[in-house]
């Protein structure tokens, strides 16, 4: 398992612009979208944020 900190590129719904979080994830060498998604979900944030599950979506750094 690795550990990846995500920062949002942009605004995300209720997710702001520049807002870090990390993600756990096995895959390699950056973390699936159900797995962002999953993260997304456990810091609360809406239904339109959690679109945005694609690794794309953020600026990825393996912690």
Do not use: W
Not at 45 to 50: D, E, P
């Amino acid at each position: 398992m690795a550990v990846y900190k995500l920062k949002a590129k942009n605004n995300y719904g209720d997710m702001s612009k520049g807002y870090e979080f990390q993600v756990i994830s096995a895959t390699i060498p950056t973390p699936n979208a159900s797995d962002i998604e999953k993260e997304i979900i456990r810091l609360g944030f809406n239904k339109q944020a959690q679109s945005y599950k694609s690794v794309g979506n953020f600026e990825v750094t393996k912690s």
